[in-house]
């Protein structure tokens, strides 16, 4: 089988797979698409035409398309992570500015972005009011968490307990906490904006319970622990989420001035 290409084109890779008897006939080409090396096909002409032009060596040519193949794959499995996390908006930790709030403790942040917690598998929670970015801090980490090949998934609490007590109703409630128990990271956004009755209490519970030293979790919410309970509307509950979430965990306080208002809120 031909190792170039027809009309500037790659060829179609095998459809099928190859008999041990094609597998003697095919082009060095077709065996890498073959293994599912598809841009490593796609530079192979060209790199060996660099290749024996400066004189290097098979190996070193080896390398080369191998390493750039990597790169690829490693690429591709991060955006696939990203769309499959639901993260929105995306963010990073450049795109903040750790000037504009009236507190925070940067180096906290710094510490959460390097991902240790995640191998801890405990957790990190934002809190401050509206405006000041936790969101954009708790997605900047899930994104780096993506690219780093972890789990990762976003979810509003209020879409979140919505869901499970929808899935309650329909009687599939495990199989939805299994799902929000699998990712590596959850990301629980704007807790504390609407509150719970107890079942919906009693169902995130559930949530935080059964990834409490399993798997990480980063909260954002605009309430001190010791208002939880009106969020709760059960103090019970309240205390026991907040002391899975911290147990170990990263805690950091944002105070400031929201972007989206002239007022400053502590």
Same mark, same amino acid.
């Given at each position: 089988?031909?190792?170039?290409?027809?009309?500037?084109?790659?060829?179609?890779?095998?459809?099928?797979?190859?008999?041990?008897?094609?597998?003697?006939?095919?082009?060095?080409?077709?065996?890498?698409?073959?293994?599912?090396?598809?841009?490593?096909?796609?530079?192979?002409?060209?790199?060996?035409?660099?290749?024996?032009?400066?004189?290097?060596?098979?190996?070193?040519?080896?390398?080369?398309?191998?390493?750039?193949?990597?790169?690829?794959?490693?690429?591709?499995?991060?955006?696939?992570?990203?769309?499959?996390?639901?993260?929105?908006?995306?963010?990073?930790?450049?795109?903040?500015?750790?000037?504009?709030?009236?507190?925070?403790?940067?180096?906290?942040?710094?510490?959460?972005?390097?991902?240790?917690?995640?191998?801890?598998?405990?957790?990190?929670?934002?809190?401050?009011?509206?405006?000041?970015?936790?969101?954009?801090?708790?997605?900047?980490?899930?994104?780096?968490?993506?690219?780093?090949?972890?789990?990762?998934?976003?979810?509003?609490?209020?879409?979140?307990?919505?869901?499970?007590?929808?899935?309650?109703?329909?009687?599939?409630?495990?199989?939805? @906490?299994?799902?929000? +128990? &699998?990712?590596?990271?959850? !990301?629980? /956004?704007? #807790?504390?904006?609407?509150?719970?009755?107890? %079942?919906?209490?009693?169902?995130?519970?559930?949530?935080?319970?059964?990834?409490?030293?399993?798997?990480?979790?980063?909260?954002?919410?605009?309430?001190?622990?010791?208002?939880?309970?009106? @969020?709760?509307?059960? +103090? &019970?509950?309240?205390?026991? !989420?907040? /002391?899975? #979430?911290?147990?170990?965990?990263?805690?950091? %306080?944002?105070?400031?001035?929201?972007?989206?208002?002239?007022?400053?809120?502590?």
């Amino acid at each position: 089988m031909p190792s170039s290409t027809t009309n500037g084109n790659p060829p179609t890779p095998p459809t099928t797979t190859p008999t041990p008897d094609a597998v003697a006939t095919m082009s060095l080409a077709d065996v890498m698409r073959a293994l599912g090396l598809h841009h490593a096909a796609s530079e192979l002409d060209m790199r060996s035409q660099k290749a024996i032009a400066r004189n290097e060596s098979p190996l070193s040519l080896t390398d080369t398309l191998m390493r750039e193949e990597l790169r690829v794959q490693i690429e591709a499995r991060a955006k696939a992570a990203l769309r499959r996390s639901q993260i929105f908006p995306l963010t990073t930790l450049d795109g903040y500015d750790f000037d504009y709030p009236k507190s925070i403790d940067k180096d906290l942040v710094m510490r959460a972005a390097q991902l240790d917690f995640l191998t801890d598998k405990t957790n990190v929670v934002f809190v401050g009011p509206s405006g000041v970015g936790k969101t954009h801090l708790a997605n900047a980490i899930g994104q780096l968490a993506c690219l780093r090949g972890r789990r990762t998934r976003f979810v509003l609490a209020a879409d979140l307990v919505n869901e499970l007590v929808a899935a309650q109703a329909k009687n599939t409630l495990h199989r939805r @906490l299994a799902a929000y +128990s &699998a990712p590596e990271l959850l !990301i629980i /956004d704007e #807790l504390g904006y609407l509150a719970f009755d107890a %079942r919906g209490a009693d169902l995130l519970y559930q949530v935080f319970n059964r990834r409490y030293q399993r798997a990480s979790t980063v909260v954002t919410t605009n309430l001190a622990f010791k208002d939880w309970g009106k @969020l709760f509307h059960n +103090s &019970a509950a309240a205390s026991a !989420i907040a /002391d899975r #979430l911290v147990h170990k965990g990263l805690l950091v %306080r944002i105070a400031g001035k929201s972007r989206r208002s002239d007022q400053e809120v502590e």
